[in-house]
């Protein structure tokens, strides 16, 4: 297999157009704001090679299978995710290349190099076999952000078994409740959350034979097993199974936004597309620093945390610490980190802690300079903080868009071109998107052949489908073939996003089909009135729903959390409705305002509407599980 593109020189992008483009040394890329188009645009050519020289070409001549032929495969055939992302480096002599950047909340750093983590997770994968577990079975992770769960996860991987990431601050019911829906074999986690979320109910999980305790372990826990003697009894040398693209590796839970989670399956076939929109949209090269803030409880982070980049052969930095502004900056430098991936709840929390003027200048007293740009994902990123990344930071944000379905990105303003500040960007190359006619539920409407119909004005919104094909696309939803197969429409996958498309073909998120407001007719996105609602001086965060309304049906009413220095009072109030009034118009303004410092949010972020919705209206709250303690 050809080696990633490395830098200023070669052939670049691998596959399709890119491979045809000699990428040109010359000046840094620059990024300004196009003042008529508010578009970020970037003229000069990237000091670093472009993944993606040419859009439209890249797309045309994009081809699955032959990104999937330039994985390195199994030496005897057959695909396996930590293969791709570990032992390939070692192979292709890049084994003392950092992996690994581990930094704690305090102390020193903690690295390791592809060749150690390629040998400790084959002393996992040699742990679990002789615990007898078996290719298939599910092997569970409750661990925050640690060395050990990287190792952990290669290491199920190697062994065929198939991985299940938890996150760590979920509460004992949210735990048990995934372990028993994906019938756990094997538990990874540490003595504390064993004894806070585990131990009780371990009756209650007759499935699980093995629980592996990381770190220290202070106390008699009967049925479990240290990770130190697991690994120390464990050999360095383990020969991967033979591995069919088409093998289940992973399982992963959805953030629970709009319900109860469903699991969704993925193979290790997968890793191609990891590897694919690493480069595309993450623009990753074996000499980056890469940090990706979400959980690796999450697809993101599992994803984009784990697996894509070290296929990409970068170096992962690991953050060990809470989420916090000011620790960020000093991480960014710290270790000079140069793509960094997050999330929109996170950029606005720069944005609160960062005033646009005044003494406190925190970029500024902090070197970002080794930041090529930083890529969001995971809900909508509003204009204005695209917009605060170019002023404040002097840095581009990519937003990015996808789903725990989809398994990778899918579409993204991408990092070879230019940025429109509050669309998610296009399709990456190997990705048929479209926007479909869709009635007011989200589904698309069929004709009287069962066809469905495109949107062809550019004004017109309709719901975003995506044409099966690639190879991280979910293969099924734990325990519910009804609802797998109630995800397709006329040969297309239907995501449940509104969106428009312009005439460029960016995609612009409208809400999800079930956010979605009818007014007085009219049809509101709550994406478009939260954006303008950011846009007042005092607006940190905004959610936004439909209440019932005797009169007009619905209204739209705005919860927001304020940016520190104001107070929230009946003339703050007044003023951010006749702000918003001034900018959408009164058909789509809110009619209402409420202050919230504290919107109820997943765990990965997203505001929680349907809850706001359902406080509203005196309803039960539904699933809380994914819900982030201390938004109440
Ligand atoms: P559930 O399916 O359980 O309700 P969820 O949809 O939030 O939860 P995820 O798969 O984690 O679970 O999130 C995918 C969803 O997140 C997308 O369908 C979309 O609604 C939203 N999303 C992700 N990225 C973006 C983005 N860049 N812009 C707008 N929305 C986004
Ligand atoms: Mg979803």
């Known amino acids: 297999m050809d080696p990633v593109p490395t830098g200023a020189s070669g052939p670049v992008g691998g596959r399709g157009a890119g491979a045809m483009i000699e990428a040109e040394s010359g000046p840094t890329v620059e990024r300004r704001m196009d003042e008529a188009s508010g578009n970020i645009v970037k003229s000069g050519v990237p000091a670093v090679s472009p993944n993606l020289a040419d859009y439209a070409l890249s797309c045309r001549l994009f081809d699955w299978r032959q990104a999937t032929s330039e994985l390195a495969g199994l030496p005897g055939g057959g695909v396996n995710i930590a293969h791709e992302a570990v032992d ?161 590796a992973l399982l992963h839970f959805t953030s629970g936004t709009t319900g109860r989670p469903k699991g969704a399956v993925h193979v290790h076939g997968a890793v191609a597309a990891h590897r694919v929109t690493a480069e595309y949209a993450l623009d990753l090269h074996p000499d980056d620093v890469y940090w990706c803030t979400a959980d690796p409880g999450w697809v993101t982070g599992m994803s984009y945390g784990v697996i894509a980049p070290l296929a990409a052969g970068v170096t992962v930095v690991v953050d060990e610490g809470e989420f916090d502004a000011a620790r960020w900056y000093r991480v960014l430098e710290s270790e000079h980190v140069t793509v960094w991936y997050t999330a929109p709840t996170a950029i606005r929390m720069l944005m609160r802690a960062t005033p646009r003027t005044g003494p406190f200048d925190l970029p500024r007293s902090h070197d970002l300079s080794a930041l090529r740009f930083i890529a969001s994902v995971g809900e909508p990123l509003n204009p204005e903080a695209v917009r605060w990344g170019a002023d404040v930071l002097g840095l581009p944000i990519h937003d990015n868009y996808w789903q725990t379905e989809t398994g990778c990105i899918v579409i993204a303003n991408l990092a070879a071109c230019d940025i429109r500040p509050g669309s998610m960007g296009r399709p990456l190359p190997g990705f048929q998107a479209e926007v479909l006619a869709a009635d007011e539920q989200g589904r698309p409407v069929r004709d009287g052949a069962g066809r469905v119909r495109p949107v062809t004005d550019p004004a017109g919104q309709g719901v975003l489908a995506l044409r099966p094909g690639w190879p991280s696309m979910f293969r099924g939803y734990l325990d519910d073939e009804e609802r797998y197969r109630s995800a397709f429409v006329d040969g297309w996958y239907v995501t449940g996003d509104l969106v428009r498309r312009d005439s460029d073909g960016y995609l612009w998120f409208v809400g999800r089909a079930d956010d979605v407001i009818k007014s007085a007719g009219h049809l509101i996105g709550p994406f478009e009135v939260e954006s303008a609602l950011m846009e007042h001086p005092a607006v940190a965060e905004a959610g936004v729903i439909g209440r019932p309304d005797p009169v007009a049906g619905t209204v739209v009413k705005a919860f927001v959390s304020l940016r520190p220095g104001f107070d929230p009072g009946p003339e703050l109030c007044t003023d951010i409705l006749a702000f918003a009034r001034r900018k959408l118009g009164p058909a789509v303004a809110p009619r209402e305002v409420a202050f919230d410092q504290n919107l109820p949010k997943t765990r990965s972020g997203k505001v929680m509407r349907r809850l706001l919705r359902a406080r509203e209206q005196g309803l039960p709250e539904g699933d809380t599980s994914t819900l982030e303690s201390g938004s109440a």
């Not at 305090?106 to 400790?120: C, H, I, P």
């Not at 735990?175 to 094997?186: E, F, I, P, S």
Request: charged share 20%.
């Open 88 to 248: 390939r480096h070692v192979l292709e002599g890049r084994g003392e290349h950092i992996a690994l950047r581990c930094v704690p909340p305090s102390g020193a750093v903690v690295t390791l190099s592809y060749t150690r983590l390629a040998a400790l997770s084959n002393r996992f994968a040699n742990g679990l076999h002789r615990l007898g577990v078996r290719a298939g079975d599910r092997v569970f992770t409750l661990l925050g952000r640690c060395p050990e769960l990287y190792v952990a996860v290669l290491g199920t991987l190697k062994n065929k078994s198939v991985l299940c990431p938890l996150f760590s601050a979920f509460g004992p019911d949210p735990v048990v409740q995934r372990m028993t829906l994906g019938d756990a074999r094997v538990l990874v986690t540490t003595q504390a959350l064993y004894q806070r979320k585990i131990a009780d109910r371990r009756a209650g999980l007759p499935g699980l034979e093995h629980v592996v305790i990381v770190g220290p372990s202070t106390a008699d826990l009967p049925g479990t097993v240290r990770w130190d003697d697991l690994m120390e009894a464990a050999s360095e040398e383990f020969t991967i199974p033979a591995t069919d693209p088409e093998d289940p």
